[in-house]
């Protein structure tokens, strides 16, 4: 509305009247209180009462240091005094009425401002009397959330981040203990238990951090409706957006990004109403088929994915192969093929396992960083046997925050050089290595077979040089922890000279690192023992199904050669209402057993598969182990070998007769588990 009003000719002009009640408590008027409280019904006397502690108020300021004459206020209700909370609330419902009989009699106008209550910041306190059943009804009827404590915010804004990761720790692994002893903890509740950890160390609330691409994915929100609207210019898909100099400036923004956003997303076929065959990503995560370069008819440009169905639900290969490569085809495969029973076809991110925007992925593919190798570092930082210190320490250095006086150059608060050495910058480098102290350390803690590398590399891959290889002397294994601590001190030592502290250096430093090194292992090892995951040996077979049940043992093959094939056996056809489907990958039966999509790969699959469970049939689904599941592992490898399409086996190959007998026969293999 703001934006019009600038931008608005003619003769009839508008005004706007932004009004905020800005300390209400100071300007309630003796009179409007009075009456108020007149009208309520109060006895006079007791009007006569509190309206003389309201007035009897004498108030004082300081000038220059001095306090000023004594005053009387002619407004203002008295902070702080029980009463004045009540008052307050009288005059606003006062108020309240005085607005509404107004818009009544049609002397204003309401207008409504577009804001929503945040169900995710609104929340309700019961008091402990509450029974539980009242509760979950008053829940279920507003909608909020139940008020739930938070980790010591309180805390939060007084501890370093080492110490809120410490005690995050502490109160995250105390949680649980007990309940453990007894039964599973849901991964649901586990889930929930350390997004409030997160949320306390890096000092996130619930509605924050949550950016979503809300035009392009179709989501419901006034705004979207707004923008839609105002700048849709009929292009309601937003495809190529139109943007005029008169725009406004949020409508530009949006427009710019969108260019980024169609590199990265793709199409997850649903029905196959929505998606263009040849124009759409749908079938290569990273272009079209026509940005491939492949020609179709022209009769065929408009084509939707669903018309390359035939009517009996299965791809139009003898059509299709006609002109699209092999390697397009074999993608097919892998999708289930449009119908009208499915879902819409689902805009997809491609820099997430669900599919959904974020503002992190969308970062790290803008500017091509590699996950894998970026992953592996931090993991190895925050494994390191050290204390917790020491590991954000190391967390600080390979994000290369350390304040030295390079850094603090850059700020204007001092030169860059370092304060013992004659013309040398006072980097991280530096400090933790090139300084005189750091070569007499590491020379008398590493192996000086490796010092050419060692002393060569930036600081990136002298991180992870150190992370990943065994620099020590002892060959132990332990070199990164040992190189962490040693880092630690170095900065430490550092701080210490910069900051006054006339100490004299230790004579063997070297010693004092590996000194508190061994203290933290020997310290560590009953904590390691008591997390030891016990193993016992058990003998794995395939058992018969329960009576009146046909079981459905399943598995699935990959080669090199990117060809892929999956299998199942069907035994005892005495009945197909109950139906026991065995797999060998946990991951997919939690993914059937559970309604959340926690990957946008094979979305498709597993909503055609909930589906068909969903149908007039009782269906138990349980994982089990590959040896007693070996009758399906060969038929997923047949699959490998043979002709794309599915194959029906009426007599038993050859290649599982003897798995089948050894299945007969009750015959078991051995396998190690966790207890």
Request: include cysteine; charge should be neutral; glycine fraction near 6%.
């Amino acid at each position: 509305m703001a934006h019009n009003m600038r931008k608005m000719n003619g003769k009839v002009g508008y005004f706007a009247i932004k009004v905020d009640l800005s300390k209400a408590y100071d300007r309630l008027n003796w009179n409007f209180i009075h009456q108020t409280l007149i009208e309520v019904g109060y006895p006079l006397e007791w009007i006569a009462v509190v309206m003389n502690s309201v007035t009897s108020v004498r108030t004082n300021v300081k000038w220059n240091g001095e306090s000023a004459n004594y005053f009387h206020p002619q407004q203002g209700i008295r902070q702080g005094d029980p009463i004045s909370a009540y008052l307050f609330v009288i005059c606003m419902d006062k108020l309240s009425h005085l607005i509404t009989q107004e818009v009544q009699e049609g002397e204003w106008k309401p207008m409504r401002t577009g804001q929503q209550v945040s169900h995710e910041k609104t929340s309700i306190m019961f008091s402990k009397n509450v029974c539980h059943r009242v509760r979950e009804e008053l829940v279920l009827l507003s909608g909020f959330n139940i008020e739930t404590p938070s980790l010591g915010k309180y805390l939060a804004k007084q501890l370093s981040f080492v110490g809120r990761v410490t005690l995050s720790k502490a109160v995250i692994e105390a949680i649980p203990i007990y309940p453990m002893m007894t039964s599973p903890i849901p991964k649901t509740c586990l889930n929930e238990i350390q997004k409030i950890q997160r949320a306390f160390i890096w000092g996130d609330e619930d509605g924050n951090r949550k950016y979503h691409a809300a035009i392009q994915t179709g989501q419901k929100a006034l705004w979207i409706d707004v923008m839609k609207g105002k700048y849709g210019r009929q292009n309601s898909s937003f495809e190529i957006p139109i943007v005029r100099a008169q725009d406004s400036s949020l409508w530009k923004c949006l427009s710019d990004g969108l260019h980024n956003f169609h590199m990265y997303e793709f199409w997850a076929i649903g029905n196959g109403n929505t998606v263009k065959a040849w124009s759409d990503r749908w079938l290569l995560y990273g272009k079209s088929i026509e940005e491939l370069g492949i020609v179709v008819l022209d009769n065929m440009q408009s084509w939707k994915v669903k018309d390359l169905v035939d009517d009996s639900g299965v791809w139009k290969l003898d059509t299709l192969t006609s002109w699209l490569p092999h390697n397009i085809i074999s993608k097919l495969f892998a999708i289930v093929p449009p119908n009208n029973a499915s879902a819409a076809d689902m805009r997809a991110w491609r820099g997430t396992m669900d599919g959904n925007f974020s503002i992190a992925s969308a970062y790290t593919m803008l500017c091509n960083l590699n996950d894998d190798e970026w992953d592996v570092v931090w993991r190895r930082i925050w494994r390191l046997q050290v204390l917790e210190r020491v590991r954000s320490f190391i967390w600080l250095v390979r994000h290369d925050r350390l304040i030295t006086n390079y850094r603090k150059s850059k700020m204007h608060i001092c030169a860059p050089w370092c304060k013992h050495c004659v013309k040398a910058i006072e980097d991280t480098m530096h400090v933790l290595r090139d300084f005189p102290l750091a070569k007499v350390v590491w020379c008398n803690l590493m192996n000086s077979a490796v010092g050419d590398i060692f002393y060569a590399a930036n600081l990136e891959d002298w991180i992870t040089l150190n992370l990943n290889q065994d620099l020590g002397k002892e060959k132990e294994g332990t070199w990164s922890c040992v190189w962490a601590v040693g880092c630690h001190f170095l900065w430490f030592w550092r701080n210490k000279e910069a900051h006054g502290d006339e100490s004299r250096r230790l004579s063997q430093p070297w010693q004092l690192i590996m000194s508190q090194f061994q203290h933290y292992q020997q310290a560590n090892i009953l904590h390691v023992a008591s997390h030891v995951r016990h193993k016992a040996v058990v003998q794995i077979g395939w058992t018969r199904p329960e009576e009146d049940w046909i079981m459905l043992n399943t598995d699935g093959a990959s080669r090199p050669s990117s060809s892929a094939g999956c299998g199942g056996l069907l035994r005892n056809s005495n009945g197909f209402k109950k139906i026991a489907l065995h797999i060998d990958s946990y991951v997919v039966v939690h993914t059937l057993q559970s309604d959340k999509d926690d990957s946008v790969v094979g979305w498709r699959i597993i909503q055609e598969i909930r589906r068909l469970l969903a149908m007039d049939w009782e269906v138990k689904i349980s994982h089990s182990y590959r040896e007693s599941n070996a009758c399906g592992d060969t038929l997923a490898n047949l699959g490998c070998d043979n002709e794309p399409g599915m194959q029906v086996y009426d007599h038993c190959p050859a290649s599982l007769s003897s798995l089948l007998l050894a299945d007969v026969m009750g015959i078991a293999t051995p396998r190690v588990i966790s207890l």
